[in-house]
T-cell receptor, first 113, second 114 residues
Framework: SQKIEQNSEALNIQEGKTATLTCNYTNYSPAYLQWYRQDPGRGPVFLLLIRENEKEKRKERLKVTFDTTLKQSLFHITASQPADSATYLC????????????FGTGTRLQVTL | NAGVTQTPKFRILKIGQSMTLQCTQD?????MYWYRQDPGMGLKLIYYSVGAGITDKGEVPNGYNVSRSTTEDFPLRLELAAPSQTSVYFC?????????????FGPGTRLTVT
């Protein structure tokens, strides 16, 4: 069966450290993989998109890697800040048309001083 | 631009009642989507639309209906509310040119069916 797995346990890290979140998937062949941030009581906000033929993508303090052989994406936040505390969702786009996304359950990140 | 707006923000329904969740976007996006999010679960696609007059089922369409008469609006209809439809509902939109575009989400509607 198809499955997208993100660590359901919260990730607690100290300010200034690098946070690494994992997204593993099985029985999918995504053309694109996206990462979103969701704050409590709000809708998800897009962060980064990476294509199947890209290994890595960066945006400011954010970095995403995509390994289609391991069927895994890693999401890194460097020099983390308390304001980075949120739930991070990965989403797969297999369809290529209509950009339909299948979401993981998300990982909650807590950055402490 | 207001982006994607949803109304109402909160609603409590009795079992068997009906209601329409409104969604409007002002970004001239052709693609629009409805998701539901249950606690501890990922977003599940209910219905989507690739343009005015065109709609299609997502992963969990049972108990819902949609229409898309204009580019801007994509209402979601619950005909006979059931407790299983208690959830947070998000509307989203995206560009339709090319492939792999990000989605823009509304603030959500929290629905409770009792």
């Amino acid at each position: 069966s198809q499955k997208i797995e993100q660590n359901s346990e919260a990730l607690n890290i100290q300010e200034g450290k690098t946070a690494t979140l994992t997204c593993n998937y099985t029985n999918y062949s995504p053309a694109y993989l996206q990462w979103y941030r969701q704050d409590p009581g709000r809708g998800p906000v897009f962060l980064l998109l990476i294509r199947e033929n890209e290994k890595e993508k960066r945006k400011e303090r954010l970095k995403v890697t995509f390994d289609t052989t391991l069927k895994q994406s890693l999401f890194h936040i460097t020099a983390s800040q308390p304001a980075d505390s949120a739930t991070y969702l990965c989403a797969l786009d297999e369809s290529g048309t209509a950009s339909k996304l299948t979401f993981g359950t998300g990982t909650r990140l807590q950055v402490t001083l | 631009n207001a982006g994607v707006t949803q109304t109402p923000k909160f609603r409590i329904l009795k079992i068997g009642q009906s209601m329409t969740l409104q969604c409007t976007q002002d970004m001239n996006h052709n693609y629009m989507y409805w998701y539901r999010q249950d606690p501890g679960m990922g977003l599940k696609l209910i219905y989507y639309s690739v343009g005015a007059g065109i709609t299609d089922k997502g992963e969990v369409p049972n108990g819902y209906n949609v229409s898309r008469s204009t580019t801007e609006d994509f209402p979601l209809r619950l005909e006979l509310a059931a407790p299983s439809q208690t959830s947070v509902y998000f509307c989203a939109s995206s560009y339709s040119t090319g492939r792999g575009h990000e989605q823009y989400f509304g603030p959500g509607t929290r629905l409770t069916v009792t």
